[in-house]
């Protein structure tokens, strides 16, 4: 069982999304580095998120986010009952579809992130379909593409084919995140 799901099991009034914020943002967990860069890139943002599992990024996107929709190919019962409570405790838009990246369609977003199984395969067939649900302006954001070299050769390939998007950012830690946008590549992978 996860941390917070015993936190969560233990609280003593009803849980909103900065408790769940601040629970990932302390837990010094695989994501929590990313989380204050993300919330900053959301705000009022409609956000399509590929791998939700125990949620550390949507917390990151729903504190400050328009909406956020979350796909996981799991039901990830667990974490969805102390999403749907923080949704109704704080009147937030939040959506969990049960669904694989590679066959839902192009998601329409300002923000889409995508976090799933992190394969050179995987990540060039999501950037392809969902690139273009990505409004004017929007951007994409892949976490684990430190860790996970094979997905930078990928990106690198999608961007040779789709030279509107370019590198905006690129994090090396807390196993790497990077930012596209519609522009030049401020720096390489
Ligand atoms: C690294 S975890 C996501 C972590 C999450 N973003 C967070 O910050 O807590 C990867 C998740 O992607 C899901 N996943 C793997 N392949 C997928 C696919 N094809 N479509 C949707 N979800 C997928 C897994 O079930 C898993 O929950």
């Known amino acids: 069982m996860s941390g917070i799901r015993s936190q969560f099991d233990a609280r003593t009034s009803k849980w909103g999304i900065s408790d769940i914020f601040n629970y990932h943002r302390g837990a010094d967990d695989d994501f929590s580095a990313h989380m204050d860069l993300c919330s900053n890139l959301c705000v009022s943002k409609d956000v399509v998120e590929f791998g939700f599992r125990w949620g550390q990024s949507t917390a990151a996107f729903l504190i400050t986010a328009n909406s956020v929709v979350s796909y996981d190919i799991n039901p990830c019962m667990q974490p969805r009952e102390i999403f749907e409570e923080a949704a109704a405790v704080d009147g937030l838009k939040w959506e969990f579809r049960e669904g694989d990246s590679l066959k839902a369609g ?59 998007w370019g590198v905006l950012d690129h994090f090396t830690n807390c196993h790497g995140l990077t930012v596209l946008h519609r522009g030049p590549s401020t720096q390489n992978l």
């Open 106 to 164: 192009p998601a329409d977003c300002d923000i889409l992130f995508i976090d799933t199984d992190h394969t050179a395969d995987q990540i060039y067939a999501e950037l392809n379909i969902h690139h273009v649900g990505v409004r004017e302006g929007g951007l994409i954001i892949m976490h684990d593409t430190q860790t996970f070299g094979q997905m930078k050769g990928s990106i690198n390939k999608f961007m040779d084919e789709n030279q509107q």
